[in-house]
């Protein structure tokens, strides 16, 4: 079966700190990958997307960037943290294309930055 | 993704059957019906999708209207568990090439009381 780790569960960073959050997918191959964030009380808002090892496709323009050194790895990452990235980070995967497409998420991180 | 629109809230007693309702009205011949639900502190989690014809799993049912401008998720036997916000969502088929976007808007909060 399929498993999707995220660490951090939890993180406190200082404004202007660099983050990176990693996410792991196992039992499967060639999986899509996504990066998604939520702030507090409001929907999940796609950052990121990766249909394979270095290919990365960004929805919203931030300080925030995204990388796939492996198949089934991804890094969400910030070299300076900014007060608006506080949220709950959900790495998510899925197989298949188009309609069909099911997503299967990741625990969280919930980042906090002071 | 063509727009959806849930109730805010619904409360149900455990162990009786819950009908979250989604309006759809301008979806498309091609886009498929997702639910989607996050229980506290969770990602989201995978419930049921469907096209035209009604859907069943293990988790719950998804009634689709003749017209598909209106589905309705339903929980057989509700229990504390399935406390949880519910997201209705349309993906769209477009050749199986499409990435997955999920757009997922305020969702539905369903309160479950012994």
């Known amino acids: 079966s399929q498993t999707i780790h995220q660490w951090p569960a939890t993180l406190v960073q200082p404004v202007g700190s660099p983050l990176s959050l990693e996410c792991t997918v196992e039992?499967?191959?060639?999986?899509?990958l996504y990066w998604y964030r939520q702030a507090a009380g409001r929907g999940l808002q796609l950052l990121f997307y990766?249909?394979?090892?270095?290919?990365i496709s960004s929805e919203v323009p931030q300080n925030l960037s995204a990388s796939r050194p492996q198949d089934r790895q991804f890094i969400l990452s910030s070299k300076k943290l900014l007060l608006s990235d506080s949220g709950f980070y959900l790495c998510?995967?899925?197989?298949?294309?188009?309609?069909?497409?099911?997503?299967?998420f990741g625990p969280g991180t919930r980042l906090l930055v002071l | 993704d063509a727009k959806t629109t849930q109730p805010n809230s619904m409360e149900s007693n455990e162990e009786e059957p819950v009908h979250l309702p989604c309006n759809h009205s301008?979806?498309?011949?091609?886009?498929?019906i997702h639910w989607y639900r996050q229980l506290p502190s969770q990602g989201p989690e995978y419930v049921i999708h469907?096209?035209?014809s009604n859907v069943n799993n293990r988790m719950a049912s998804l009634a689709i209207a003749e017209d598909r401008k209106s589905s309705t998720l339903i929980l057989h036997r509700a229990t504390l568990r399935d406390a949880a916000v519910y997201y209705c969502?349309?993906?769209?088929?477009?050749?199986?090439?499409?990435?997955?976007?999920?757009?997922f808007g305020q969702g539905t909060i369903l309160t479950v009381h012994p």
């Open positions: 998510a995967w899925s197989r298949d294309r188009g309609g069909r497409e099911t997503q299967y």
């Open positions: 039992g499967t191959s060639n999986p899509n």
């Open positions: 990766s249909v394979g090892i270095g290919q």
């Open positions: 301008t979806i498309s011949g091609t886009d498929y």
């Open positions: 469907g096209l035209t």
């Open positions: 969502i349309l993906r769209a088929f477009a050749g199986g090439t499409s990435y997955g976007k999920l757009t």
